[in-house]
């Protein structure tokens, strides 16, 4: 059974005590924020500890430049006026940079999580060396950082977000990429650092793309509130990531949600990870354009899907519905297995879901064995806007400021060449 | 981002901290027990208690009777001789009673977690009115209890094992019984008090039957740690369970691990959930049977399937072979989902591991993308003798005990008929 033997009572010191009721406060004034306006009375009743205590750790904050006042003031519920706090527009933030097959995306986001600046360009990084994407992809980020400083904003970290198979800080995997074994943190930052000479080195993060999407849309997507779902991605390949009672499950190797590489059918078309029949060659970016006719390099070939399908072309209706049969039949398993909440359908799926959802919802209504799916129940969703893997590593860089403030209350003033 | 917004410092009041402790030095015994002796030094050591807080909390635990302490001394790594502590083997106890499609298997678990009686009846159930069934049940249940007070032992409760999606209390479908939402915990408890007049009524719970005997392994079935698994029971159905990080994974309507209903091919045969070609059609108990040529009718169809395929039957080998790899290629999907350190099968596939698991470990090898799968690794196993639903069930019951011994304290005398 399970053990927690750790006694009532913690024997944390004053200092660590305090560091953790720093973030809390932090924390509390970011989510109050999102709702209306923070005060310190209602900080307090939030965290549960005093009036008193709440504005000592406040002024530090503010001190710090991790929270601002407002000079508008307004009368509490009771009580005399409150001035309304909010976390700060500048100072740290996260960098947040998506390698993926056919696009480099990146983005800054400050401590409330919104983002700052956005850089994207499109190439085609299949079968590019990976040094040479990995270079490409800190020119990018270099040249975000330097919009990012206009703002005095000062990124603490950069996380990377890749379509593979990630840990300790390599792609052990990416198929589609065709990488293999790649110490991709490494390279990044030594381009970056490159790029940058005299100033601080970036700590560098990674983490596979549908996860961080999925955790983005878990932050910033308004899921109503879900807690646990399922998230697909379509992209040249098709990623997925599962969020469970608002934890990412990354899985005993780091390698969970890899739903694309679940198999339609055994006999199936070759896969590029080695497998025969998977997913990917039912509804990934490729098969739905091969079987839509369309030119995979053709300038916005997914667009041109769009376009076609909206016209009523049946080959590229027949080509999505199919996909989404697919999705279907895949995603039915999964719900058997995980009973989540939610389906959340990201990438080129979102543009796509007029046609794609109804067979998807169809085939889950009919192989869900608890009968408790049912069609245009809403369980089956696209992903918000917000739901992208970029700025979900960007946010999840700022998860270790939010978690500990202090540390990086040092890092605060403007960055200067030395 | 998650927000955990309780502050440092516990505002428990003395009593609740005292309950908390009983607790924590009652599971210290009883897992210190499994692996030697317990002292209270040995006890102070591991809940970070001082040695005179344990003292006083192992005093209390013996007077209400949920420890012992031996006659015998021995010398502790250091200070004065300690006597050891170990767990009452009388007093509170669980009932697990598992209603499976061809038997009912009831069981009383001590303290230590220790099946202490076990009663197994072979019945048909398919088909049987439920109410029957359940009746039948609590007739199996009240005899054991016999047994169980004439061990000085008093369940103080009793969890019921069903092959079907349960909650609520109910059973919302069980498609190989036949059942269809029936308030199991009510039939079962009315139907065990009215055969025991005058005594204390037993509060009943009620879970899914693979997800109990999945309990039972990661409780006592020397896992190698392993704190991640998918498990697998085959039975009439083919019942799955998730366990991640130790814990349960219960699903956002309690219907997680719902693997036997995975499809294996859209256009194989009607399963009785209502879809077509799920994987219970392939590798459950009766599609096994036909496959290897075995009337489901005879006497211990089960052991003659194990018995030809010993002796080389070349049909029987066939059978379990093909089963293995259909339960390989769902397996793969689950694995490239969850990434579960394990994957543990129970129930019938135990004795069919020699003929099962080489095909499913090669599917599994070629299809999971990780690469980390290699056949004979040990990440495919058979589950210990000890992974039983109805074990499962009992020591259920007895996690509210070892979580508040307190609240069971004053239940200790021994039963009478008022």
Redesign the interface.
């Known amino acids: ?10 024997k ?1 010191d004053k200092d660590t ?1 305090r560091r ?2 720093l973030s ?1 406060v932090l ?2 004034v970011r ?1 109050e924020g999102e709702a209306g306006e923070a005060t310190r009375a209602g900080v307090a009743g ?4 005093t009036r008193a205590a709440v504005s000592s750790l406040v002024e530090q904050l503010i001190d710090s430049g991790f929270l601002t006042e407002s000079g508008k003031t307004f009368s509490g519920q009771a009580g005399r006026p409150g001035t309304a706090l909010k976390v700060a527009r500048t100072g740290p933030a996260g960098l947040g940079v998506e390698i993926n097959i056919d696009y480099v995306s990146v983005c800054v986001v400050d401590l409330a ?1 919104t983002g700052r600046v956005r850089q994207t360009e499109h190439l085609d990084n299949r079968g590019a060396p990976p040094g040479e994407v990995l270079a490409r992809a800190a020119g990018i980020a270099a040249r975000t950082l330097e919009s990012a400083a206009e703002q005095e904003l000062r990124p603490v970290g950069a996380a990377l977000a890749l379509p593979g ?1 990630v840990s300790g800080g390599s792609v ?2 990416a198929p589609n990429l065709g990488w293999n074994q790649v110490p991709a943190e490494e390279l990044f930052a030594g381009a970056l650092a490159g790029l940058r000479p005299g100033r601080s080195v970036l700590p560098v993060s990674s983490e596979n793309e549908a996860n961080l999407a999925a955790l983005a849309e878990l ?1 910033f997507g308004g899921l109503d509130k879900a807690r ?1 779902f399922l998230y697909l991605t379509g992209e040249i390949g098709v990623g ?1 990531a ?1 969020v ?1 009672d ?2 990412l ?11 694309g ?3 339609v059918d ?1 006999a199936g078309p070759q896969c590029r ?3 025969r029949g998977c997913l990917e060659q039912y509804a990934g970016q490729a098969a739905l354009l091969r079987a839509a006719g369309i030119d995979e390099g053709a300038t916005g070939p997914v667009a041109e899907l769009e376009r076609r399908a909206r016209a009523g072309d049946a080959r590229a209706v027949g080509a999505v519905a199919e996909a989404g049969r697919m999705l279907g ?2 995603l ?3 719900v ?6 939610a389906v959340v359908l990201g990438g080129i799926y979102r543009g796509l879901m007029p046609w794609l959802a109804p067979p998807a919802d169809e085939e889950l209504t ?2 869900v ?4 799916w049912s069609a245009g129940s809403g369980r089956l969703r696209a992903s918000s806007v917000a739901g992208d893997a970029a700025r979900g590593a960007a ?1 999840l860089v700022m ?1 270790d400021v ?1 978690a500990d403030p202090v540390a990086y209350a040092g890092r605060n003033e403007p960055e200067v060449a030395r």
Chains 1, 2 share one sequence.
């Open positions: 059974m399970k053990s927690n033997l750790a006694p009532l009572g913690p944390a005590v953790h009721n809390l924390r509390a989510d939030r965290v549960g500890l999580g198979l052990r995997q932050w646990s997925g599962l469970l608002g934890e499950l990354r899985g005993a190797h780091g390698f969970a949600g890899e739903i590489h679940v198999v055994p990870c080695g497998s039949r895949v039915s398993g999964a058997n297995l995980i009973d989540p909440e009919d192989r064995v608890s009968g408790l946010a998860q939010l």
